[in-house]
């Protein structure tokens, strides 16, 4: 029996994490489970797994979580500071799937306890890079990639030496947007904008795969991940998300990682790794898909991929700029405050404002979070 975090458990990646483990009880003992706000939803799941303790991030639902958990015995908690030491009680497994940079400083705090990070939420290495890496080596952590395209390159790599890669190549969906002319992108709306064609997701990462700001944040990603070389990395249209992501070794072979477009799939993967568990995902039909396309991306309509290559070539402090400035103006997006394209133009607009130090510590990339949400908010009511 392994023990298993879930941070973030109410979210999408929680849902399909919590999925697995429901078929495969006997296997796992649930440590902490996590939610922003909805207590009782994380109430429900906490009961239903026999959690440890529970904890929303938003202290003001800590007695409604109380309520709903009166008499079963589990802990409840609330707050940024519950929020780490739920990451701090040190799980076999913790699953990363709070969304966005606020998932840092919890999953710093588990790998910390030097356990399995079976990492979702990529906003967190994008903005810590460096500082995440080092921490994940001096506690002998093992950091498992869940993001589909990273977890297909971890597996195409399995038994290879990476100074024979060639290329890594990103594969993405291109978003509900792809084909669409500019005039148009102009003028898109929240409700198209998380209409994702293949996958089901939360809504902050549904508007980064249409504005290509995802694949932007995952090259950042597999840039920290997979040390070929940025170089080495890029990234192709796949509009059909069946091909995961590939690996081009120098001898001309290509190893590629197929799938659902199920993130059961990557999760399990996480989940049981060296070796396999079931999932309830219907096998890959090819003939009934017909045809896989491939096509280049197209950086005039969709910036945010150059905007994170400079980015992550710059280094230091600049993807943890690009990151928040992004999570500002997908809120704002959200809220109807600005409109889509105004997205990267507002994140190009923040980067281009200064150029903070490079973060040494996990207090250093909160600093720089925070002090481009400001410019990034600044420059929203000034729209
Ligand atoms: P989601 O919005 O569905 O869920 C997010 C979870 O984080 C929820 O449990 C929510 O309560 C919690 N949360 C939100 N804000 C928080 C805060 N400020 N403090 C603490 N907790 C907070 O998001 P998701 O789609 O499940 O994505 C989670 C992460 O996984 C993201 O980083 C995303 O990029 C990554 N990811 C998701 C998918 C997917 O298919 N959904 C695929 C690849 C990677
Ligand atoms: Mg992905």
Redesign the pocket.
Known sequence: MRTLTV??????????TLDLIRRNRGDWRVTAL?????AAELARLAREFGAEVAVV??ETHLPALRDALAGSGIEAAGGPAA?VEAGARGADVTVA????C??LA?TMAAIEQGGVIAL?????LVSAGEVMLAAVARHGATLLP???EHNAIFQCLCGNDTADVRWITLTASGGPFRDWSWDRLTAATPAEAVRHPN????????V?SATMF?KG?ELIEAHHLFPVGLDRLRIIVHPQSVVHSMVEYRDGSTLAQLGPSD?RVPIASALAWPRRMDTPCAPLDLAEIGELTFRKPDEVRFPATRLAREAAQAGGAVPAVLNAANEIAVAAFLGGQISFTRIAAQVEDVLGSYAPPAPGSLSDVLEVDGEARARARLLVTST
């Open positions: 941070l973030g458990a109410t979210g999408s990646i929680g849902a399909s996590t939610a922003h706000s909805n991030a938003d929020l799937a709070i969304v966005g606020a998932g919890p979702a939420n990529k906003e967190a869940v993001d589909s996958w089901d997701m939360g809504a902050k990462i549904s980064d995802n944040l993130m």
